[in-house]
């Protein structure tokens, strides 16, 4: 009892600690949010040793001093991405009209479509039996324990009696990041007549991934809206959404 009255202070670390390991090592789709923990608990361990040190010199003031300043700096970062990205996901353009459709592939285990595909398909679905007559690029190559491409998934599952409705389908299978998703599927648009200067483009992707990929969209030249399609889960969304902010950056700053 002792020794953990005092030591309590290790405890949260050491419950962070363990709980990211068990995320990074159970498969469950959060091996993000078990890395991020493990971060979050060695970040932890320097603060309380800085802290040890500002007390005992000088230069261990000036140091922690400075590792506080840069963690206020990057939660502050960290909060205003996240803030963005949920206000992009969280925003309805479903009764919004486009020229076109660009659905955004996710992974297809075997031939049976993710979690996340599957939200996606029923998100297209829908916009596309509210807009008729609208040409929609079902976009995704094939990617390892895959063995169709993230394409011709949706387009089994999209698949339906109507012929005008199945012409209006349009493969792109190369791509293999969400770049190329935008930059091949611009090309497949161009190709059906589509003026992709003028025109605007409503891109089905997941809630979390709306942000990112109008920030892609973007470069390539494309006028887009989103629509978001929601996770069956809060708390895969919950570990996307996290992963989410640091994809942004990365996006930011190796992609531009």
Not at 50 to 60: D, H, P, V
Not at 88 to 96: H, P
């Amino acid at each position: 009892m002792k020794f953990l009255q005092k030591h309590k202070i290790y405890i949260p670390i050491a419950s962070a600690a363990l709980l990211g390991l068990a995320l990074v090592v159970i498969p469950n789709g959060m091996r993000f949010t078990g890395f991020f923990l493990l971060g979050l608990a060695v970040v932890w361990l320097l603060g309380l040793a800085l802290n040890r040190w500002a007390k005992r010199s000088r230069t261990g003031k000036i140091c922690n001093r400075i590792f506080l300043a840069g963690l206020i700096a990057g939660i502050c970062i960290l909060c205003t991405i996240e803030t963005m990205v949920i206000y992009r996901g969280e925003m309805d353009n479903a009764a919004l009209p486009a020229d076109a459709v660009i659905v955004l592939g996710a992974g297809v285990n075997g031939e049976t479509p993710s979690a996340a595909l599957w939200t996606r398909i029923r998100a297209a679905a829908a916009y596309l039996s509210d807009h008729p007559n609208i040409p929609v690029v079902l976009s995704g190559g094939k990617g390892s324990g895959e063995n169709i491409s993230e394409a011709e998934a949706m387009r089994r599952a999209l698949w339906s009696s109507s012929e005008a409705f199945n012409a209006r389908l349009l493969l792109e299978e190369q791509s293999t990041n969400t770049s190329e998703n935008f930059s091949f599927s611009k090309a497949l648009l161009e190709e059906s007549g589509i003026d992709t200067e003028t025109a605007y483009i409503a891109v089905v992707t997941n809630d979390f991934h709306c942000f990112r990929a109008r920030m892609i969209a973007q470069r390539e030249g494309l006028h887009t809206i989103s629509v978001p399609a929601e996770l069956p889960w809060w708390w895969l969304t919950a570990n996307y959404y996290l992963r989410e902010a640091f994809a942004v950056v990365k996006t930011a700053l190796l992609d531009g």
